[in-house]
């Protein structure tokens, strides 16, 4: 029995430390479960943390965002500062087609919103991805306000300028009760977080499969030394190309449940400063990691909702970004490639070996 115990916990020593190899199917198996584990108890989390539940939603569909984006930053080495263009464009979108021609246009809307970003996302990759990296992200930026200004004037009246859209985004079979949404199949009723909630672990898991297959792994390459994947003959720009459509279109699928979530759309979503605020959330969270930007978004929501309520830091609460900035800094300069994810990785091996013995 002992030396059973303790072979059980030399291998759980083995697993934190990432020196036995687990099969892919056991990954799979295992990143599924952890994303509905995080999913299931998310309202739980925010409830205790931020103080209200119904932030779940939001939380997730920023974490689905930061992943979509680390793509392409944390696999291909491409920093983007305006994807806001295709989490804010997709809102417009789904915004758009339901006020002008009705709520139930909603399942002609969320395609089209994912089409638009691909095509979007494919022509400005065309004309940019060979550019460098500055220019690649000052191109980016350029693009991104290109949209914030069309959405600012608003063209025939479709976006509402300044004002944005908030009225007539309710979809068929959902309803609003006391701000809270739900969907109903005749009789049965859920609250919208799940529908949400199931769609961040497919889409999630999804962009894992991604970052594990061949493909995926031909980004590492790229990014670690493009002169030897050309060597190799590697097409670099199509690759790239791709991974900017792939990224763009899964940051306007968060784009799509954003606008159906909290049923209001406005400019500020396709502003720099939105497309800033993902780059923090993934820099903080670790690029060099699939989790790392999940965690980033979690942090960030954590420093918006609790850090920003907490009476006892009195007048301080009202600087919660500037904690965050600071925090940021120090993670440029101390580890930008695992941030704080790995930071959490490393204490958690620390306390295991340190517990059962070893290095």
């Known amino acids: ?112 919103a994912l089409a638009l970003a691909g095509l979007v996302a494919y022509g400005i990759a065309r004309l940019i991805v060979e550019k460098g990296e500055i220019y690649f992200a000052l191109l980016t ?69 991604i970052v594990r297959s061949p493909f995926g792994r031909t980004l590492l390459t790229i990014r670690e030394n493009e002169q030897l994947a050309r060597s190799i003959g590697v097409n670099t720009r199509r690759y790239k190309i791709h991974t900017f459509v792939i990224s763009a279109v899964f940051s306007a699928l968060a784009g799509v449940l954003l606008v159906i979530v909290n049923q209001n759309v406005a400019t500020s979503y396709l502003f720099w400063e939105t497309s800033g605020e993902v780059v923090m959330m993934t820099i903080v969270g670790g690029m060099s990691s699939f989790a790392g930007p999940i965690f980033g978004a979690f942090l960030w929501y954590l420093g918006a909702e609790f850090l920003s309520g907490w009476q006892a830091i009195g007048g301080l609460r009202h600087y919660w970004q500037f904690g965050f900035g600071l925090l940021f800094v120090a993670i440029i300069l101390i580890d930008p490639r695992n941030g704080g994810w790995g930071a959490l990785k490393n204490s958690v091996r620390w306390a295991v070996n340190k517990y059962f013995g070893g290095n």
Do not use: C
């Not at 119904?54 to 689905?64: E, H, K, P, Q, R």
């Not at 009225?167 to 701000?179: H, K, T």
């Open 1 to 112: 029995m002992s030396k059973k115990t303790s072979t059980r916990a030399e291998q759980f020593k083995n697993l934190v430390n990432g020196s036995i190899t687990v099969p892919e199917r056991q990954v799979d198996l295992l990143v599924v479960g952890a994303l509905a584990a995080l999913a299931i108890a998310m309202p739980t989390i925010a409830g205790v943390l931020m103080g209200y539940s119904g932030v779940a939603s939001n939380v997730l569909i920023w974490m689905l965002f930061a992943v979509a984006f680390n793509l392409l930053l944390g696999y291909t080495g491409l920093l983007s500062f305006g994807h806001a263009m295709f989490l804010g464009g997709a809102m417009y979108v789904v915004a758009i087609v339901m006020n002008q021609l009705g709520p139930v246009m909603i399942v002609l809307a969320i395609p089209l």
């Open 141 to 209: 930026i350029a693009f991104g306000e290109v949209v914030w200004y069309i959405a600012n004037s608003d063209p025939g009246g479709l976006t509402g300028g300044d004002d944005g859209i908030a009225s007539g985004l309710l979809p068929p079979l959902v309803e609003s009760y006391r701000g809270q949404l739900s969907v109903y199949l005749g009789s049965f009723a859920v609250d919208i977080y799940w529908p949400v909630a199931a769609v961040f672990v497919v889409a999630t898991y999804l962009l894992f499969r």
